[in-house]
């Protein structure tokens, strides 16, 4: 128990009681007549104070965190006894991971419930512990303060973002995708599956023509093939230095401050659920000096919960990344045509010379896609005003930074393969949509 205040004051008193004895003996009466009244006091408060047991305590939240984003945790609180519980409540969260509301204060009605709430942002990937829940009340009389320990240890673990694989399900069943920015796709049209025969509109491409039919018809007759299914798109995550640097403001709520390389996997992620969707075959290369992870490509959720169990633990690697290898391995464990999404960074053309090389050779068999997250910081700086030497300095190498990565992704165009620079914030949405686009074109 704790005393409070009050109790001190209490305490005072009957010590100032005491000190006068000295000068009125008589005061002996009146001291112990308050400490006869003192400790009848604490004795009451302390038998018509709720036990610890009559308080339960539970923490509920999800067992797998998603990284970058609030997730939420709860604290039900039953008061099983006739006495309001005035308290403060602390859990002990996770410490590496940032909470919104440490500690919580309430009061619990007699036979009544509370809930507390706060979040979790975590900012990495990984396997964390809860320990228990903490909880301090005051006595009826406000004497002193209960404190009570609940055993609540758990483990959790932080998985990349599912909430947004959440988010995207039920947006996609409310026919609201455009919000989020993901593009329309279109059931009829493209690809070269055969879906049907229609009358010939100004609008389809003179090539979807179908000559026999007009013929026959003795009017312009198109053909409308449905878009494919059972294609293979893998994602080939680079885990090297290039990927560690955190982009962005971790204050934010949009999960700005996480490293590029948990935004490729958030996005590696998506983009394969929606894929696993829409029919089609997803893979997954993690690599580094090393090739790392490797699953082929497959249907069905099930391997989309493969891919989430392989990346939910992977981490950074302070080497530079072998192309070469990585590229090549892929190369002989996947002979079929695929969309290959490449999530990697660029500093320099002559350090960028392997990827161009082997990516030019991975576009010989599949359609190799290479995403990188440009960096605001140095955007900014071109845009600042050059009004000292230093900042004269700092805009020109800023300048020369995007100027070199814009060769390298020049060259990489012109070799075949295609190429994706956006900010971090824009980078699921628009590897998605560039699926689709893909998608559409039957470029797979």
């Known amino acids: 128990m704790i005393p409070t205040f009050r109790l001190y004051l209490l305490l005072l008193g009957g010590a100032l009681l005491v000190a006068g004895i000295t000068f009125a003996p008589p005061l002996l009466y009146v001291a112990l007549l308050y400490a006869g009244l003192l400790v009848g006091l604490l004795v009451a408060d302390y038998r018509l104070t709720p036990r610890p047991a009559a308080v339960e305590v539970e923490r509920i939240n999800d067992s797998k965190l998603s990284i970058g984003a609030p997730n939420l945790v709860t604290l039900l609180l039953a008061n099983r006894s006739a006495r309001?519980?005035?308290?403060?409540?602390?859990?002990?969260?996770?410490?590496?991971?940032?909470?919104?509301?440490?500690?919580?204060?309430?009061?619990?009605?007699?036979?009544?419930?509370?809930?507390?709430?706060?979040?979790?942002?975590?900012?990495?990937?990984?396997?964390?512990?809860?320990?228990?829940?903490?909880?301090?009340?005051?006595?009826?009389?406000?004497?002193?303060?209960?404190?009570?320990?609940?055993?609540?240890?758990?483990?959790?673990?932080?998985?990349?973002?599912?909430?947004?694989?959440?988010?995207?399900?039920?947006?996609?069943?409310?026919?609201?995708?455009?919000?989020?920015?993901?593009?329309?796709?279109?059931?009829?049209?493209?690809?070269?599956?055969?879906?049907?025969?229609?009358?010939?509109?100004?609008?389809?491409?003179?090539?979807?023509?179908?000559?026999?039919?007009?013929?026959?018809?003795?009017?312009?007759?198109?053909?409308?093939?449905?878009?494919?299914?059972?294609?293979?798109?893998?994602?080939?995550?680079?885990?090297?230095?290039?990927?560690?640097?955190?982009?962005?403001?971790?204050?934010?709520?949009?999960?700005?401050?996480?490293?590029?390389?948990?935004?490729?996997?958030?996005?590696?992620?998506?983009?394969?659920?929606?894929?696993?969707?829409?029919?089609?075959?997803?893979?997954?290369?993690?690599?580094?000096?090393?090739?790392?992870?490797?699953?082929?490509?497959?249907?069905?959720?099930?391997?989309?919960?493969?891919?989430?169990?392989?990346?939910?633990?992977?981490?950074?690697?302070?080497?530079?990344?072998?192309?070469?290898?990585?590229?090549?391995?892929?190369?002989?464990?996947?002979?079929?045509?695929?969309?290959?999404?490449v999530f990697t960074d660029l500093v320099t053309l002559d350090a960028a010379r392997p990827l161009i090389a082997n990516m030019a050779r991975l576009a010989q068999r599949h359609l190799p896609l290479c995403v990188t997250i440009s960096d605001p910081n140095i955007t900014r700086f071109v845009g600042q005003p050059a009004r000292d030497s230093q900042a004269v300095y700092t805009r020109a190498v800023a300048e020369m930074l995007l100027d070199e990565r814009q060769v390298v992704l020049d060259t990489l165009n012109r070799s075949g393969v295609l190429t994706l620079d956006v900010p971090a914030d824009k980078l699921t949405v628009s590897v998605i949509n560039k699926y689709l686009e893909l998608k559409d074109r039957g470029a797979l």
């Open 84 to 341: 309001a519980v005035r308290f403060t409540l602390r859990d002990e969260y996770p410490h590496e991971l940032p909470c919104d509301t440490p500690f919580h204060t309430g009061a619990i009605e007699p036979f009544g419930l509370h809930q507390a709430t706060y979040h979790l942002r975590p900012l990495r990937r990984g396997d964390y512990q809860f320990g228990d829940v903490v909880l301090r009340y005051e006595s009826v009389l406000g004497n002193f303060v209960r404190q009570a320990r609940y055993p609540a240890a758990a483990g959790v673990k932080v998985y990349p973002n599912v909430l947004e694989v959440r988010k995207y399900d039920l947006l996609a069943r409310k026919g609201l995708l455009q919000e989020i920015g993901l593009r329309q796709t279109r059931v009829y049209g493209s690809g070269t599956e055969f879906e049907r025969l229609r009358e010939y509109t100004p609008d389809d491409e003179f090539r979807r023509i179908n000559w026999k039919a007009t013929a026959r018809r003795g009017q312009p007759i198109a053909t409308e093939y449905q878009t494919e299914r059972s294609q293979y798109i893998v994602s080939a995550i680079d885990t090297g230095r290039l990927m560690r640097p955190p982009v962005g403001d971790p204050s934010m709520d949009s999960g700005q401050g996480l490293a590029k390389l948990d935004y490729a996997i958030n996005t590696a992620l998506l983009l394969s659920y929606v894929a696993t969707l829409k029919g089609d075959h997803v893979g997954l290369l993690t690599f580094a000096d090393e090739v790392g992870t490797y699953l082929g490509p497959k249907r069905g959720k099930g391997q989309f919960y493969r891919m989430l169990e392989a990346l939910y633990n992977i981490q950074f690697e302070p080497v530079e990344a072998d192309y070469g290898r990585a590229l090549s391995y892929l190369g002989l464990k996947n002979k079929r045509r695929s969309l290959v999404v």
